[in-house]
C-alpha cells in the first residue's frame, strides 16, 4: 500500500516486503502477508525458517532490511515497540517473581496511564476470562506453568491491543497443559476479537487454532491458506511432508487425468493430474488415512480394482481411535491409519495390497532430482 491507499479489513495487519539479513545471511526473503481484523493467523515452520524474525520484526523488536509494517493503514515501521499497542506472549511467561498474579497484570495499566478505576473493573474481567479468579493473590512460583501463561496472556491483553503475538508460548508445557491452553487460547481470542499472530513449530497445534496457517521455509512463504488447505492440498512436496504424516510416491503423467505410479500395476486416476502434461514427473501424496489394505491382495482396494502396491505390515502403534500400520514396500515404509476393528484383521508379518481413493491423492510435480520412467 501507499500514502492514501485505501484499508480493508482483508489488510488490516500487513507486512509489505519484509526481509530480514545479518551480514551475509539471511534470515528472511522479502515476504508479503496481510491478516484481516479479527483474525488468527499462525507462522509454522522448523526451527530457523524466520517465523520468529517475522513476528520480532511485527512486534518492533527487530527493524527489517527493506519493507514496512502497517497497522490499520498507520505505517508502524518508525515506532518502537512500546508504542505500537501490541500485546506479547512470550515462550518463558517472562512474570515479574517479586509481583503476585494480578499486580503482573496490573503492569500493563500502569504503563499506559489507566486510572485505578478502570483498571479494578479490567482486572476482574481479565481473570474470569482466563479462569484464574482465585490465582489473583498468588505469585509466579505458587502457579503452576500452564496458569503462569494464562496470566503471561491476560496481561498481555490487559491494554487491549490491536495486535496480540504469541512466539512459542505452549512449547514449555507439558502434553496435556498445553492441549488445554491451546483451546484456551483460541477461546480467548474469539472472545475478544483480538488479531492475532501465532508462531509455533507444532502441525497439530498450527491447524487446531488458525483461521489461517502460514507455512514458513528457509525465510520464504512456503504456503498460505486454511488449515485444511495446507493439509488436503499442499503446495510443495516441503508442505506435504512437513505437515503432518505424507506417503509420497513416485508417478508420471500419462493422459485423461491418469499417472503412473512407480509400483503400481496399472494407471491411477488421480484428481489434478490434467494439469501436468504427459511424461511430466510428478510426486504423488497420501495421508495415512487416505491408504486401505487388503489382506494377501484380495477384497478391497482403494479403486475398487486389483490395482495396488504389495507389501508386508512391518509395524503396528495403538493410537487411540486409530491404529497406524507400517508396510515395507521393496525399498520405503507407507503408514495406514486404519480404525480398531479393521486394523486388527492385520498383523504384524502378513502381505498385504495397498489401495488408494484417486479422490484422495494429491499430486505435485516431482523436485528436479526425482527419476523415474514412463513405460507408456
Not at 493473590?137 to 491483553?157: D, E, F, I, N, T
Not at 510443495?236 to 505437515?243: C, D, H, I, K, S
Not at 510428478?282 to 507389501?311: K, T
Request: aromatic share 4%; with cysteine.
Amino acid at each position: 500500500m501507499t500514502a492514501g491507499s485505501h484499508m480493508t479489513a482483508s489488510n488490516y495487519l500487513v507486512a509489505e516486503n519484509v526481509s530480514k539479513t545479518y551480514g551475509s545471511n539471511t534470515a528472511l526473503n522479502p515476504l508479503n502477508l496481510a491478516l484481516s481484523q479479527g483474525e488468527l493467523v499462525t507462522l509454522l515452520g522448523p526451527s530457523g525458517c524466520g517465523k520468529t524474525t517475522l513476528l520480532r520484526i511485527v512486534a518492533g523488536f527487530n527493524a527489517p532490511t527493506t519493507g514496512r509494517v502497517l497497522l490499520a493503514g498507520r505505517d508502524l515501521t518508525p515506532l518502537p515497540a512500546a508504542r505500537r499497542q501490541m500485546g506479547m506472549v512470550f515462550q518463558a511467561y517472562s512474570l515479574f517473581p517479586n509481583l503476585s498474579a494480578e499486580d503482573n497484570v496490573r503492569f500493563g495499566f500502569k504503563v499506559r496511564g489507566v486510572t485505578a478505576a478502570v483498571s479494578e473493573k479490567r482486572l476482574k474481567d481479565l481473570f474470569a476470562l482466563i479462569g484464574l479468579e482465585d490465582a489473583r493473590k498468588r505469585y509466579p512460583h505458587q502457579l503452576s506453568g500452564g496458569q503462569q501463561q494464562r496470566v503471561a496472556l491476560a496481561r498481555a491483553l490487559a491494554i487491549e491491543p490491536q495486535v496480540l503475538l504469541l512466539d512459542e508460548p505452549l512449547s514449555a508445557l507439558d502434553a496435556q497443559v498445553r492441549l488445554n491452553l491451546r483451546d484456551e487460547i483460541r477461546r480467548v481470542q474469539r472472545e475478544t476479537g483480538t488479531t492475532t499472530l501465532f508462531v509455533t513449530h507444532d502441525q497439530e497445534e498450527a491447524l487446531a487454532i488458525s483461521d489461517r496457517v502460514v507455512v514458513m521455509e528457509k525465510g520464504r512463504v512456503a504456503q498460505l491458506g486454511t488449515p485444511e488447505d495446507i493439509y488436503r492440498r499442499p503446495a510443495t512436496p516441503f508442505v506435504a511432508e512437513f505437515v503432518g504424516t505424507a506417503n509420497g510416491l513416485d508417478a508420471v503423467a500419462l493422459e485423461g487425468g491418469l499417472v503412473e505410479v512407480v509400483g503400481w500395476n496399472a494407471p491411477v486416476e488421480v484428481e489434478g493430474a490434467r494439469a501436468f502434461a504427459r511424461g511430466e514427473r510428478l510426486r504423488l501424496y497420501l495421508r495415512p488415512e487416505e491408504l486401505s489394505l487388503s489382506a494377501d491382495g484380495g477384497g478391497r482396494s482403494g479403486g475398487g480394482s486389483e490395482s495396488g502396491l504389495i507389501g508386508q505390515v512391518t509395524d503396528r502403534r495403538f493410537l487411540g481411535s486409530i491404529t497406524r500400520l507400517s508396510v515395507r514396500v521393496g525399498d520405503r515404509t507407507l503408514v495406514a491409519d486404519l480404525q480398531g476393528n479393521e486394523a486388527a484383521a492385520h498383523p504384524v508379518g502378513q502381505r498385504v495390497r495397498v489401495g488408494l481413493s484417486p479422490l484422495a491423492a494429491h499430486v505435485l510435480r516431482a523436485v528436479p532430482d526425482s527419476s523415474i520412467q514412463a513405460s507408456a
